[in-house]
């Protein structure tokens, strides 16, 4: 609130647990988590609140600051279950498959060919850990979904305030798949739910 925001909510650490988050707060005041708290959701269900609770026809910026699809990979595993098995065929079979689902969708043309996988991520039929990367995937998976349903609850309650029309979205990110290693020859601990 000290940088010009007249209501807050979120961490001052940045990223950490989903469940626990610490430095959490509420305007300037630390709070703790409530029963069943998940990060992501509670960044979009106060989103939501804000967006509700504003009464007056002036305009109104937001910034939403989401900490998926950073680490840890925490999701709840009702979440998680939806993407049971998809990853089994592996990082290379899923890009494959997302770059020919780009081309059929039009998104982009026909004469752009696939990028080199990363130097040091090993093809799918090398890679160590198959069973614990499938889950890392899937746990990543459904952060992403969480955060995407989200996004869906603001642009709605935006919708239902008759704002959506007269308002811009811009969806930004510095995060994708995370490649880092806690030490270059092993993989990191997982840190799922």
Not at 137 to 158: H, W
Request: hydrophobic share 35%.
């Amino acid at each position: 609130m000290q940088r010009g925001f007249q209501r807050f909510f979120g961490t001052l650490n940045g990223s950490g647990s989903f469940y626990d988050p610490g430095t959490l707060m509420s305007n300037n005041t630390f709070i703790a988590p409530a029963k069943d708290f998940y990060y992501t959701n509670a960044i979009s269900d106060t989103a939501v609140k804000f967006i509700k609770e504003h009464k007056t026809a002036n305009p109104f910026f937001f910034y939403v600051a989401y900490i998926a699809a950073h680490w840890p990979l925490h999701a709840p595993e009702s979440e998680i279950q939806k993407y049971k098995e998809k990853y089994d065929k592996g990082w290379d079979a899923a890009r494959e498959q997302r770059f020919n689902k780009l081309k059929q969708l039009g998104i982009i043309n026909d004469k752009c060919v696939l990028t080199e996988r990363g130097v040091e991520i090993p093809e799918w039929k090398d890679a160590p850990m198959k069973e614990w990367q499938g889950r890392r995937m899937e746990v990543y998976a459904a952060m992403i979904d969480i955060m995407d349903q989200g996004i869906g609850r603001i642009i709605t309650s935006l919708q239902e305030k008759g704002e959506l029309d007269n308002t811009v979205i811009f969806y930004m990110h510095d995060n994708g798949g995370c490649p880092e290693t806690l030490h270059s020859d092993k993989p990191h601990v997982p840190l799922t739910s």
